[in-house]
């Protein structure tokens, strides 16, 4: 036997002796090909299997993930150069300085990946602790194992809301519609049912089965598991089917600073790498310094101060109760200004209420609360708020015992209606509730039952007007109706749902949460907006939206967004404040609108039909209580529906932002002073100002305390407003502080070259040990816009700067100097040079106070 998903894959077919693919053999012969049968595995079997299979997962992890972590160090187009750099100096017999080089490049890259990988465990631990879980039949019984965790031969069982754990082959279904977007790129739902499909059908058209990775839309499956981890279609051909996601505000900025850097760094490296070969220097010499030149300007440390920064912070939020799914979303959480939500559960209590059950004339019914009773107790599919609250209200009557299932239509949310057909001492009926509208439509054409009247024009005005009062007064309706079948009809299906006759109506109460008229008034004074996205319809939407303080003037109902254009839906859906009696296939198209206005926009849902928009937005934000394939789509997950929670982790996320900035604003701007120094000093001087091992040296240095900025604390203005990227701003702070920087290396260089007739060698060890001191500074005081000693640093980065500060003075005394070509400074010397340091530090605080004055001045 093979249990290979692959096309090629065969079983012997008993009956004809021929070989079939799974999805073309009888489920009596598949059974038996699995050893498997209908009531699933045995947990001996299943661990023994778990064993011989795997994890079901379709990623590698632990050393493959390790060594991929490590190796994305060494393919930076910058260490290749150097590596490159390296075997040249190397074959032309510059040995020593190609071996200290190596040394230096590998020791960076070696600092990046225990950062990195390190980040990148820590959050892997996060997001096990809400893994995905399915609905196995072990030892006869039903019971929810981790995903991982399913082998072949398992038996599954499947609702609305669940993601596909494996490939499958269905063994019984009712009305089951899944979504294959992710693995064929079809919008629609995909209906699917037993049986057999031809040997030759391509994955989009084998209908008896389901696939690792898609999603059940509706209805309700039990399948058998054929396939598992890397041998599912999803996992061979998945290069081609990983949705694409929408680039987010957090990477197009990245994006666009790469840009930056890579222009200014290929003009300087061009300019002195020429003018060096023209004022004829050796060409090697001229070749690494140029190439050392574009190290030193390029923050090459950033992809692990990132992963430092945002690890540090998932850490941080997962204390709060907000797990981190995708580490870029901490960013777009600093930068979010909209917030899309829907109302129940975020804005409300969540915990719905039974009021009462009314007939059609708006009276107490009993016959009415045994109906719904009967429905909310004996459907199978979608769990929902609903029901529940039905069956606590603890008022179903005693009569429920006399009645059997007979058949069941499950909840769509094209129909919006879930029947249950009943068998009792008196015939059939169907018991059919749901939205209002929907049941009416429904009951177009009913006559009157034997406890109602006909559902005519002057009843109909009557109930309308009598369904708008309760929805401004914050009730929810859904409506309750049944039909009588002959007692012999036992199979139903959709088409049944017509004729019906209305019975009367559910109130339920879902009251405000408590506190949240505070908490989005928090939210508001940290600059974000909150615009509602709900299926309700308009007048209870804006009576919650009134009673909790959000604006309610403007509201577009999901009618009005069907007619519109893309274009038409951009221009009003950022002067909309509600968005009422949405269709959940619309969600997306408000969500893509509002990020075309250049909004970043977080989206928190937990439904079914919410995993397109929470795909789509910059932030996908959902609970620990949805339903899996909301969960998987989002990028964060709260543990409890809390906006307090969410606020606390929007400030987490601002200041793992501001962090962020601080290396990428510091390391830009020191490193281009010093690049400009030293650019400038090649082509004047009869030497090269620094050797190549030097400037490598002196950025891996550097970069040490640059680690701690993860840990450093953030003004509290930070906090209060989006995070954006703005490349502007990084260029004007790069332009106004790195030339201060040369400002002092040139004051440095006119003292070791005039006053003191430094040698070569003490040159470049008197400059080394400036230049490295005044990017430390630089890091202490710009770090901040307050003043430098008022806003201290975290404990770990002053300690780490301080550490590194004592070694760049102490470097050329220790035995090992000669090798990177440094000599012992004379104390006089090294004493101007500190007091140059000193005069830096001082015109740094000065021209910070000004820059910061100038801009908080524009931004106002």
């Given at each position: 036997m093979d249990n290979s998903a692959d096309s090629g894959t065969t079983y012997v077919d008993r009956s004809t002796g021929n070989q079939r693919p799974y999805w073309a053999l009888p489920l009596p012969e598949l059974l038996r090909e699995l050893k498997s049968k209908p009531s699933g595995l045995t947990s001996a079997e299943a661990k023994a299997r778990l064993q011989v299979y795997g994890a079901n997962t379709v990623d590698a992890a632990g050393d493959a993930g390790a060594f991929r972590t490590l190796l994305k160090q060494f393919v930076s187009p910058l260490v290749l150069t150097l590596i490159f750099a390296a075997i040249v100096a190397a074959s032309v017999g510059e040995l020593h300085d190609a071996l200290i080089i190596g040394c230096i490049v590998l020791a960076s890259c070696l600092l990046g990946f225990t950062q990195e990988y390190g980040a990148s465990r820590a959050v892997e631990s996060l997001r096990k602790s809400i893994s995905l879980s399915a609905a196995v039949l072990r030892d006869g019984t039903e019971r929810a194992v981790p995903a991982a965790a399913v082998v072949p031969g398992d038996v599954i069982r499947l609702s609305a809301g669940s993601l596909v754990p494996a490939d499958a082959v269905i063994l019984s279904s009712r009305d089951l519609n899944v979504s294959e977007a992710a693995l064929t790129g079809e919008t629609f739902p995909v209906g699917k049912a037993p049986g057999i499909s031809p040997p030759e059908a391509q994955i989009g058209n084998r209908l008896n089965c389901i696939f690792t990775g898609t999603s059940v839309r509706s209805g309700t499956a039990t399948a058998l598991v054929v396939a598992t981890a890397g041998k599912t279609e999803f996992a061979t051909i998945a290069h081609a089917v990983t949705r694409q996601l929408p680039e987010t505000e957090f990477s197009r900025g990245i994006r666009r600073f790469g840009y930056l850097m890579t222009q200014i760094m290929l003009a300087i490296v061009l300019v002195v790498f020429v003018a060096n070969l023209l004022l004829l220097r050796p060409l090697i010499d001229s070749l690494l310094f140029s190439l050392a030149l574009a190290v030193g300007l390029t923050p090459e440390l950033l992809p692990a101060i990132i992963s430092v920064t945002l690890a540090r912070g998932a850490r941080v939020m997962a204390r709060e109760g907000v797990i981190i799914r995708r580490l870029e979303a901490m960013e777009n959480l600093g930068s979010m200004d909209l917030l899309c939500t829907d109302k129940t559960g975020t804005l409300t209590e969540g915990v719905i209420q039974l009021n009462s059950c009314v007939d059609i004339v708006g009276e107490a019914s009993v016959r009415v609360r045994l109906l719904a009773s009967l429905n909310a107790s004996l459907q199978t599919g979608l769990k929902n708020p609903l029901d529940d609250a039905i069956l606590a209200s603890g008022s179903a009557p005693e009569e429920m015992a006399h009645y059997r299932k007979v058949d069941e239509i499950p909840y769509d949310f094209a129909r919006k209606?879930?029947?249950?057909?009943?068998?009792?001492?008196?015939?059939?009926?169907?018991?059919?509730?749901?939205?209002?509208?929907?049941?009416?439509?429904?009951?177009?054409?009913?006559?009157?039952?034997?406890?109602?009247?006909?559902?005519?024009?002057?009843?109909?005005?009557?109930?309308e007007k009598r369904y708008r009062k309760w929805s401004e007064d914050g009730i929810r309706v859904i409506a309750i109706a049944t039909r009588r079948f002959p007692p012999e009809k036992t199979r139903f299906g959709k088409h049944d749902e017509a004729g019906l006759c209305l019975e009367g109506f559910l109130l339920f109460l879902d009251p405000p949460k408590a506190g949240v008229k505070e908490a989005l008034a928090g939210l508001k004074h940290r600059g974000i907006h909150i615009k509602v996205i709900s299926g309700d319809n308009r007048y209870v939407?804006?009576?919650?939206?009134?009673?909790?303080?959000?604006?309610?003037?403007?509201?577009?109902?999901?009618?009005?967004?069907?007619?519109?254009?893309?274009?038409?839906?951009?221009?009003?859906?950022?002067?909309?404040?509600?968005?009422?009696?949405?269709?959940?296939?619309?969600?997306?198209?408000?969500?893509?609108?509002?990020?075309?206005?250049?909004?970043?926009?977080?989206?928190?849902?937990?439904?079914?039909?919410?995993?397109?928009?929470?795909?789509?937005?910059?932030?996908?934000?959902?609970?620990?209580?949805?339903?899996?394939?909301?969960?998987?789509?989002?990028?964060?997950?709260?543990?409890?529906?809390?906006?307090?929670?969410?606020?606390?982790?929007?400030?987490?996320?601002?200041?793992?932002?501001?962090?962020?900035?601080?290396?990428?604003?510091?390391?830009?701007?020191?490193?281009?002073?010093?690049?400009?120094?030293?650019?400038?000093?090649?082509?004047?001087?009869?030497?090269?100002?620094?050797?190549?091992?030097?400037?490598?040296?002196?950025n891996l240095l550097a970069d040490v305390p640059s680690m701690a900025i993860a840990t450093d604390r953030v003004e509290h203005a930070d906090v209060l407003r989006p995070r954006r990227w703005n490349i502007a701003a990084i260029e004007r702070f790069m332009l106004c502080f790195g030339p201060i920087s040369s400002l002092f290396d040139f004051l440095t260089f006119g003292f070791l070259m005039f006053l003191i007739g430094a040698t070569v060698d003490q040159f470049r060890t008197g400059w080394f040990v400036e230049s490295l001191v005044t990017q430390l500074a630089t890091m202490l005081i710009v770090r901040t816009a307050a003043a430098s000693w008022k806003s201290r640093p975290s404990r770990l980065l002053f300690g780490t700067t301080m550490l590194i500060g004592i070694v760049a003075i102490a470097l050329p005394y220790l035995p090992f100097a000669g090798t990177f070509g440094f000599v012992p400074l004379p104390l006089p010397l090294l004493g101007g040079l500190l007091g140059i340091s000193l005069v830096f530090a001082v015109t740094l605080e000065i021209a910070k106070r000004l820059f910061f004055h100038r801009s908080n001045g524009k931004h106002a």
């Open positions: 209606r879930l029947s249950v057909v009943i068998g009792g001492e008196d015939g059939t009926d169907l018991i059919c509730k749901g939205a209002v509208a929907n049941v009416l439509a429904a009951c177009a054409s009913a006559k009157a039952g034997a406890t109602t009247r006909p559902l005519d024009a002057p009843l109909h005005d009557a109930i939407v804006r009576h919650l939206a009134e009673t909790i303080g959000l604006k309610s003037t403007h509201l577009l109902s999901g009618s009005e967004i069907a007619a519109m254009s893309t274009d038409a839906l951009f221009a009003r859906a950022q002067k909309t404040d509600l968005f009422v009696e949405i269709d959940p296939n619309q969600k997306e198209r408000i969500i893509k609108a509002l990020r075309r206005a250049r909004h970043v926009v977080g989206y928190l849902g937990d439904g079914i039909n919410d995993a397109p928009a929470l795909h789509e937005a910059d932030i996908g934000i959902s609970v620990d209580s949805a339903v899996d394939v909301a969960r998987e789509a989002a990028d964060i997950v709260l543990l409890r529906r809390d906006l307090d929670v969410l606020a606390r982790g929007i400030d987490d996320g601002r200041r793992t932002f501001a962090n962020t900035l601080k290396y990428i604003s510091i390391a830009t701007s020191a490193n281009f002073g010093n690049m400009i120094s030293m650019a400038v000093a090649s082509l004047f001087l009869p030497f090269l100002p620094l050797l190549a091992k030097q400037i490598l040296l002196n």
